[in-house]
């Protein structure tokens, strides 16, 4: 079965601070691929995607993803975090089963100080 | 305006009780989805349906049932069969294009006692 590993649970940040959020899918096909960010009190909604093209994935908020393929990664980035960046970040990918099911990591929690 | 809505936000029961979650889209999506989320946990498929009429279990359908009687409305039934139920429930929906973007409701919050 397909699995998302998400590396870190709780990350702690400094306003300005570069973030690197970790993201480990399982399947070996061809893969689609997500992040969705859920801020306090707020839907959880769609931050980027990768379905195919370029590796390098530009999302709402200044956030990137690069897929790479043979590392089986889709790391989350953000060059300078800002406090309302402070919310529970989700990775997903495609469940090659169909049904547009998606298959979720367990989270990382981000939190930046001021 | 187009979306999701759960009600209620929070729900309180007793043990051994059923309570019934809402989930209600504007979207004219086939697709609807039941996750719960647990801290440390990610989300979890309760329940799919790609089309009315139609659903299948997910990871974690045990203690679980739910219908799909109109493209809108897809309810989530929570048993007293189900041992832990104190979660954050999420509807969901999409559509059936291959797309796989989900859209997301404001959530749930049931509180068994």
């Known amino acids: 079965a397909q699995s998302v590993s998400q590396h870190n649970h709780h990350v702690i940040l400094s306003e300005a601070a570069s973030l690197e959020l970790g993201c480990n899918y399982s399947?070996?096909?061809?893969?689609?691929l997500f992040w969705y960010v859920q801020y306090p009190g707020q839907h959880l909604q769609l931050l980027l995607k990768?379905?195919?093209?370029?590796?390098l994935v530009k999302g709402i908020k200044g956030f990137e993803a690069e897929f790479i393929k043979s590392k089986f990664s889709f790391n989350l980035r953000k060059p300078s975090v800002q406090w309302s960046d402070t919310a529970e970040y989700f990775c997903?990918?495609?469940?090659?089963?169909?049904?547009?099911?998606?298959?979720f990591g367990a989270g990382t929690r981000l939190a930046v100080h001021p | 305006d187009g979306g999701i809505t759960q009600s209620p936000k929070y729900l309180f029961r007793k043990e051994g009780q059923n309570v019934t979650l809402s989930c209600e889209q504007n979207?004219?999506?086939?697709?609807m989805y039941w996750y719960r989320q647990d801290p440390g946990q990610g989300l979890r498929l309760i329940y799919y349906?790609?089309?009315?009429?139609?659903?299948q279990k997910g990871d974690i359908a045990e203690g679980y049932s739910v219908s799909r009687e109109k493209k809108e409305s897809f309810p989530l039934t929570v048993t007293s069969a189900q041992k832990n139920p104190t979660a954050f429930y999420l509807c969901?929906?999409?559509?059936?294009?291959?797309?796989?973007?989900?859209?997301f409701g404001p959530g749930t919050r049931l509180t068994v006692t």
């Open positions: 979207l004219n999506h086939d697709a």
């Open positions: 399947y070996g096909g061809t893969v689609n």
């Open positions: 990768y379905f195919s093209g370029d590796p």
């Open positions: 349906s790609q089309i009315v009429n139609d659903f």
């Open positions: 969901a929906s999409s559509t059936n294009t291959g797309s796989y973007e989900q859209y």
């Open positions: 997903a990918v495609a469940d090659s089963g169909g049904y547009n099911k998606l298959i």
